[in-house]
């Protein structure tokens, strides 16, 4: 079976800096044929504050004529602890109410696929706890199957036992009860988004996959830390047979390489937080 991961899109009807994009990637999806897309998040532009966003985008992927799944980003439904646009109930309702559950499971051959909403982390909301027992509940119930999760923020930059990197990877404590997990039920694979960067490495037995963006990279103005990885555009192939998962992280043609620090005043303008 086929899998595409696309992540972070950034796409918006009001503000079309990235929307040239989408027809190439959407054309070269056709082309290869996949069972299932995942959409890793910040599938908008800003989803979070602007509802048309999502409407807008969610019709863009139902265009796919693929059956697809997503999980949320920062930009989709804020971000936990966030100054001007923390998530919050209504922003996750309506992500749900065009996107659907922001946590699902996907059995595959002999695998489960397990996408959750890394935006609850550390929220300290009702909603992060009930996550957790859902976690564990579809972990263990996953027999043997292997598991692979999807999440739009990464677990950690270069190691695991890193301080708080801030805006760009799981917190520290929300992190050291993931990987708790991943190590009591041996996840083979954690596949995220966020970084707009493209990365494949194993640690302790798990496979880790930065999915690149297919809208923008991010270059030396937006101050990012320094982090592994390639600063390109693409998607990722999944061929999964049985027990086995291969991932290539893959260029896709036609895509116009565009800088978030060209235009990120007009995108993201900095707003005082309230
Ligand atoms: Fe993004
Ligand atoms: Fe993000």
């Given at each position: 079976m086929?899998?595409?991961?696309?992540?972070?899109t950034h796409l918006s009807p009001g503000k079309a800096h990235f929307a040239d994009n989408w027809a190439p990637l959407a054309g070269w999806i056709a082309e290869q044929r996949p069972q299932l897309v995942i959409h890793t998040g910040d599938v908008t532009v800003d989803g979070a504050d602007v509802e048309e966003d999502l409407g807008y985008t969610v019709g863009l992927m139902r265009g796919l004529g693929v059956r697809f799944r997503a999980v949320p980003g920062n930009h989709d439904v804020g971000d936990a602890g966030h100054g001007r646009q923390p998530l919050t109930e209504d922003r996750l309702q309506r992500w749900r109410?065009?996107?659907g559950p922001d946590r699902w499971v996907e059995d595959v051959e002999d695998c489960r696929l397990i996408g959750f909403?890394?935006?609850?982390?550390?929220?300290?909301?009702?909603k992060e706890t009930q996550q957790a027992e859902w976690l564990e509940a579809v972990m263990h119930d996953a027999g043997d199957r292997r598991?692979?999760?999807f999440l739009h923020r990464p677990l950690f930059l270069d190691n695991p036992d890193e301080g708080d990197t801030g805006y760009w990877s799981v917190k520290p404590q929300p992190r050291a009860g993931l990987l708790n997990?991943?190590?009591?039920h041996s996840?083979?694979?954690v596949a995220s988004g966020?970084?707009?960067r493209a990365h494949d490495f194993v640690r302790d037995g798990t496979r880790y996959i930065w999915a690149p963006s297919s809208a923008f990279l991010v270059g030396p103005r937006m101050k990012a830390p320094p982090m592994p990885g390639e600063?390109?555009?693409g998607a990722v192939v999944y061929e999964i047979a049985g027990r086995r998962i291969e991932a290539d992280i893959v260029s896709v043609p036609g895509l116009s390489r565009h800088w978030i620090d060209d235009v990120a005043e007009e995108v993201y303008p900095s707003r005082p937080a309230k």
């Open positions: 086929r899998i595409i991961q696309i992540s972070d109410a065009h996107f909403d890394a935006m609850l982390l550390g929220s300290g909301e009702h598991i692979a999760w997990l991943t190590r009591r996840v083979a694979l966020h970084l707009h600063n390109r555009l």
